[in-house]
């Protein structure tokens, strides 16, 4: 077993190798380097916040995530989360106070259908109030269609395993559209589909590749309803973008996708991570013959603002002048305590936005940003990652009180101004390539300013 092991360790070290000779040694291009001036994004730039159905707003009904938290015992309980079902009004102008022109929501599958072919009126006038609060507050409502939850009675049908599944969703997400494709939302069909896949897959409730092409098909056939609906709509399907392999984590999907996306949705969090690139490797070089190997906390991952300018870079070339919108960004704490290297959630914001004027700046055709996420959620299994601008502690706070963060202030000043001043400095220069991009970011490298 030990010489297998450390087989598997040498295949792995090879790979990492070969990746750190390609960006050190093949001919890269000049530095890109910053424009004369940093100019404001214009005011038709879509500022956001964003927020999941699931994740946020509690009373949830029976659905695939119920049942995988009963199932584990390491997971916290999920309760009423941060309970933006009944705190959705004052939520909302939260979100107005900061300016913002987008808010991003869930509709919940498992709420509107709780069985076969039976709708829940109580659940259609939620989300028609939450639907009109978002209008009067002069903000354009961004709907999720599907994030990662189904109800229980597509679990006992096989979920995404079931033949009849993408029929089961359509039913549903038509009925949705039907509802309130007059509000002129802007679409999202799917939320990061790889990583739902990944997730389902793991637990056994899925085939990666059967579920890969009935995602994909869920989201053409919606997309194109959406359209005979509403011919001028904009709908996409967000990816989680995963640096130094978007091509092969994502590609797949969007190549399948690639003729029905109206705008591309990216969600930028971590740059290139060397230590966990090299566990994964060694994991899948050892397949079955060892246990998966344990990787870095959310909030310990590495943060490259920088990064987000080769997200962008990346779909910018895949789909030259379509627009691009970061539905989702944002950065992890550890039960909002301070991050052990002083990076600060307004440091993370700033430098974030001033890779995206510098994108934009570039000719890239960035249309908004979402910041992740409004208020703390229920990340998947815990309370422990948060990610607001105003922080909840549903643990320990039975009251759920929303306390502002420090980005609130920075982020309602980024709004005001269209983004960060020219002159600005980024507080973290850019780090070496490999460590953000590999291996575009050490191919065409940007220049810090």
Request: with cysteine.
């Amino acid at each position: 077993m030990r010489s297998r092991f450390r087989r598997y360790v040498l295949a792995a070290l090879a790979a990492a190798a070969s990746t750190l000779l390609l960006c050190t040694h093949s001919p890269a291009t000049p530095l890109i380097r910053p424009a004369a001036a940093l100019p404001p994004l214009d005011e038709g730039f879509l500022w956001g916040v964003a927020a999941s159905g699931f994740q946020s707003e509690g009373h949830a009904p029976d659905s695939n995530w119920t049942r995988y938290i009963a199932a584990n015992p390491s997971y916290d309980e999920l309760h009423d989360s941060v309970d933006f079902y009944d705190r959705h009004a004052s939520d909302i102008q939260m979100a107005a106070a900061l300016g913002v022109r987008v808010f991003r929501i869930g509709i919940e599958w498992a709420r509107l259908q709780p069985a076969p072919g039976v709708w829940d009126p109580a659940a259609f006038r939620f989300y028609d109030a939450v639907i009109a609060s978002i209008v009067r507050a002069g903000m354009r409502p961004m709907i999720t269609l599907d994030h990662w939850v189904y109800p229980g009675w597509a679990v006992d049908r096989g979920g995404w395993r079931n033949p009849g599944m993408v029929n089961d969703w359509l039913v549903n997400m038509r009925t949705v559209v039907d509802r309130y494709a007059s509000r002129n939302p802007l679409w999202v069909t799917v939320n990061e589909p790889v990583a739902y896949i990944v997730h389902e897959a793991r637990r056994g409730a899925a085939d990666a590749a059967e579920m890969l092409e009935r995602i994909a098909q869920a989201h053409n056939a919606i997309y194109d309803y959406i359209h005979e609906v509403r011919p001028g709509a904009e709908v996409t399907s967000n990816v989680g973008y995963v640096a130094g392999s978007e091509a092969q984590v994502n590609g797949a999907l969007i190549d399948r996708i690639a003729d029905r996306l109206d705008y591309v949705g990216v969600d930028y969090y971590f740059a290139y991570d060397p230590a966990q690139s090299l566990l994964s490797s060694i994991a899948a070089a050892a397949g079955s013959a060892m246990p998966s190997l344990p990787g870095p906390h959310i909030w310990e991952l590495p943060l490259r603002t920088e990064g987000i300018y080769y997200a962008l870079q990346h779909y910018s070339r895949r789909f030259p002048g379509k627009p691009l919108y970061i539905v989702e960004n944002g950065m992890p704490t550890e039960n909002g305590r301070p991050r052990a290297d002083g990076y600060t959630r307004t440091d993370h914001l700033r430098d974030t936005v001033y890779w995206i004027q510098r994108a934009k700046a570039d000719g890239m055709n960035v249309i908004g940003y979402n910041y992740w996420s409004l208020t703390d959620n229920y990340e998947w299994g815990s309370y422990t990652p948060r990610f607001g601008l105003y922080t909840v502690d549903v643990r320990a706070d039975p009251s759920r009180t929303r306390h502002p963060t420090d980005a609130v202030d920075t982020y309602t000043g980024i709004v005001a101004a269209g983004g960060v001043p020219d002159g600005y400095r980024p507080t973290r220069s850019p780090a070496i390539c490999f460590l953000v991009d590999p291996p575009a970011s050490c191919l065409s490298p940007v220049a810090g300013p």
